[in-house]
């Protein structure tokens, strides 16, 4: 079955440094799912790409889709102790829509 | 707008016993899905529920069951426990399409802890 995979699973960042976590689907993805959650909380959406090559910013984060929208990247830069948490990205199959969630990674910063 | 509530927020059960949990979604979501995390296997889907209807199951066996009422709010119930079944019960509800064409972003509760002993 269809697998979204996330690396790294562990990403420890000096603040002020940039960093990419990255997603990739062994299917096609209709449209992909970025979420946060920080420790001891629960995931949070942050936004969803849709089309082909999107590419989308919130502030320093920017959500890119692939152009055979089967992997997905998001970076961040300037990273800030505000951005500590697991960042999952998640992805419905095409053919039967079940949401597969990638094991995230997990964002330690150095101060 | 009131979040995602879920009910009880911790629990604790033994071996052999079984488990109901509730989850009432955002006013107006008709989608509400089911999800296990735990740290060795992240968020493994369940179930996911649309208008009563279970549109969409993850690969969990049959003790793991879950129902939706007309108002929308959703349960799901875990027999026999296992020890292996202590983890966050996460729900989520969405403003999903009838068709289940894609899904839209999922809202989540705050989750039930739940440890077997």
């Known amino acids: 079955g269809q697998q979204v995979m996330q690396i790294p699973q562990y990403q420890h960042v000096q603040e002020g440094e940039d960093f990419t976590t990255y997603c990739n689907s062994s299917?096609?993805?209709?449209?992909i799912q970025w979420y946060k959650q920080r420790p001891g909380g629960h995931p949070v959406f942050l936004i969803q790409?849709?089309?082909?090559?999107e590419v989308k910013k919130q502030k320093r984060l920017t959500f890119q889709f692939g152009e055979a929208k089967k992997n997905s990247s998001l970076h961040i830069t300037a990273t800030q102790t505000t951005d500590v948490g697991t960042y999952f990205c998640a992805g419905p199959r095409s053919n039967d829509y079940k949401l597969s969630f990638g094991a995230g990674t997990t964002v330690t910063v150095r101060a | 707008k009131a979040g995602v509530t879920q009910t009880p927020r911790y629990l604790i059960k033994t071996r052999g016993q079984q488990v109901t949990l509730s989850c009432s979604p955002i006013?107006?979501?008709?989608?509400v899905s089911w999800y296990q995390q735990t740290p060795g296997q992240g968020l493994q889907f369940l179930f996911e529920?649309?208008?009563?209807?279970?549109?969409n199951k993850g690969n969990f066996p049959g003790r793991f069951s879950g129902r939706q009422f007309s108002n929308s709010r959703s349960e799901m119930n875990v027999s026999t426990l296992e020890l292996g079944d202590s983890a966050l019960y996460l729900c989520?509800?969405?403003?999903?399409?009838?068709?289940?064409?894609?899904?839209?972003?999922?809202?989540f509760g705050p989750g039930t802890r739940l440890t077997v002993l």
């Open positions: 006013s107006g979501h008709r989608s």
């Open positions: 989520a509800s969405s403003l999903a399409l009838a068709g289940g064409v894609t899904y839209n972003e999922q809202f």
């Open positions: 529920y649309f208008s009563e209807t279970q549109r």
């Open positions: 790409l849709v089309k082909s090559g």
């Open positions: 299917t096609t993805l209709s449209n």
